[in-house]
């Protein structure tokens, strides 16, 4: 299983970023897929959800700026953000995890905002 992420990059604050996150695995649209970021020197933290149906849940941080969704027919899922922030700054990665409950990561892609 590998998972793809690209679509990162530096912008100034209050542009726009898309990130893509393609799977190669069968089945996609069986797992739920999220988006988790990594800024420097801060854990771990889980942006975005979007279940093998319709349900989405957003980190407080990024609700109302960010949006996740998914093509299962391409197997990817995307996360638009809008209206980025310098402490939107991080690595981003993406994750699929099984109805078996395994998980898979993706490398992470860069996201840089400055003021």
């Known amino acids: 299983v590998q998972l793809q992420a690209s679509g990162g990059g530096s912008v100034k604050a209050g542009n726009s970023l898309r990130l893509s996150c393609t799977v190669s695995k069968s089945s996609f649209g069986r797992d739920d897929v999220s988006w988790h970021r990594q800024a420097p020197g801060k854990r771990r933290e889980q942006v975005a959800i979007?279940?093998?149906?319709?349900?989405?849940r957003y980190a407080d941080s990024v609700w109302g700026r960010f949006t996740i969704s998914r093509d299962n027919g391409k197997n990817t899922a995307y996360l638009q953000m809008n209206n980025l922030k310098p402490e939107d700054t991080a690595i981003y990665y993406c994750?699929?995890?099984?109805?078996?409950?395994?998980?898979?990561w993706g490398q992470g892609t860069q996201v840089t905002v400055s003021s």
């Open positions: 979007h279940s093998s149906g319709t349900y989405t």
């Open positions: 994750m699929v995890r099984t109805p078996s409950h395994n998980d898979y």
